[in-house]
C-alpha cells in the first residue's frame, strides 16, 4: 500500500480552489511549502505543472480559504480511479 497525501483549499464563497493527491513524498512537502510560502510572504498563490494545469488564487482568497491536509493507505484500485478521475476533469 502507498500513503496519498492530499491538499484541499475551500473557500467559504467560491467553494474547492483546489484540490491535489500526492503519492510522492516530496512533492507533496514541495506544493506544501509553496502555499505556506505565499501566505508569510502575502504573494498570490501561482502553480502551473508544466503541461496542462494552471492555478492562480489571489492572495486576499487564499487568506480567507481554508487549507487542510491528510494522508491515507492508497491501494491500487484506488489510485487508478484518482489518476482517471484527474484526467476525465481536465479534459
Avoid: W
Avoid at 475551500?10 to 512533492?27: A, I, K, P, R, S
Avoid at 494545469?53 to 484500485?77: N, Q
Wanted: aromatic share 10%; charged share 25%; glycine share 4%.
Amino acid at each position: 500500500m502507498k500513503i496519498a497525501h492530499n491538499i484541499r483549499i475551500l473557500h467559504d464563497t467560491m467553494g474547492e480552489l483546489v484540490n491535489e493527491t500526492f503519492v510522492n513524498y516530496e512533492q507533496y512537502s514541495i506544493f506544501l511549502k509553496l502555499i505556506d510560502g505565499c501566505l508569510a510572504h502575502k504573494e498570490h498563490f501561482d502553480f502551473f505543472n508544466g503541461s496542462d494545469y494552471l492555478v492562480h488564487i489571489p492572495y486576499r482568497v487564499l487568506v480567507d480559504s481554508i487549507i487542510l491536509t491528510k494522508m491515507d493507505e492508497m491501494g491500487v484500485i484506488e489510485m487508478a480511479k484518482s489518476k482517471i478521475e484527474a484526467y476525465v476533469t481536465r479534459s
